[in-house]
Antibody, heavy 123, light 110 residues
């Protein structure tokens, strides 16, 4: 069974740094891109970034480029999302996702999803 | 404002058929496949439909997807109380070079 298990909730102050994790199992980690999706309180879903664990290629949403960093550790099949200086507006639930691809690279979807990591940034 | 437009809410009675529309453009729905995700209250989203009309194993055939031009639709036939959830359409957008979601549609079973 494919599983994505995320790290626990975080409460941070503005300006602090943070790294959240997504531990994967049940498949070959290097064969699938892994990504992150943000959901702000009471709002919809926003794609943040993807990474190919096999060669560390990354893709960022223009909205998040420069705001976060995605990374992966092949040795422990784990992906990360990190902030160097958090803002109150980073308060949200963050979901880890595995990207599956169809016949073309633009034919892709997210499945499964992790359980979510709640990040609260407040002074 | 989302690149993909969905109605904020739809409702129906048990057993009824409801549809959710997702309107986009040539750079997303018009040229790339559409996926649908279901998010039950307080839980993580799950994949409902991928590549326009394919269902992952375990998804009932009451759910179906379609596309026409730059719009897509999700139909739920034989509506059940457990279908009450938020539904999101999504697709790759060539202009944005990114994966975009609709704002979501809340389905209420009356």
């Amino acid at each position: 069974e494919v599983q994505l298990v995320q790290s626990g909730p975080e409460v941070k102050k503005p300006g602090e740094s943070l790294m959240i994790s997504c531990e994967t199992s049940g498949y070959s980690f290097t064969n699938y891109w892994v990504g992150w999706v943000r959901q702000m309180p009471g709002k919809g879903l926003e794609w943040v970034a993807n990474i190919c664990p096999g060669d560390s290629q990354t893709r960022y949403s223009r909205s998040f480029q420069g705001q976060v960093t995605i990374s992966a550790d092949k040795s422990i099949s784990t992906a990360y999302l990190q902030w160097s200086s958090l803002k109150a507006s980073d308060t949200a639930m963050y979901y880890c996702v595995r990207r599956a691809t169809g016949s073309t690279t633009s034919d892709h979807w997210f499945d499964p999803w992790g359980q979510g990591t709640l990040v609260i940034v407040s002074s | 404002q989302s690149v993909l437009s969905q109605p904020p809410s739809v409702s129906g009675t048990p057993g009824q058929r409801v549809t959710i529309s997702c309107s986009g453009s040539n750079s997303n729905i018009g040229s790339n496949t559409v996926n649908w995700y279901q998010q039950l209250a307080g839980t993580a989203p799950t994949l409902l439909i991928y590549s326009y009309n394919r269902r992952p194993s375990g998804v009932p055939d009451r759910f179906s997807g379609s596309r026409s031009g730059t719009s897509a639709s999700l139909a739920i036939s034989g509506l059940q109380s457990e279908d009450e959830a938020d539904y999101y359409c999504a697709a790759w957008d060539d202009n944005l070079s990114g994966y975009v979601f609709g704002a979501g549609t809340k389905v209420t079973v009356l």
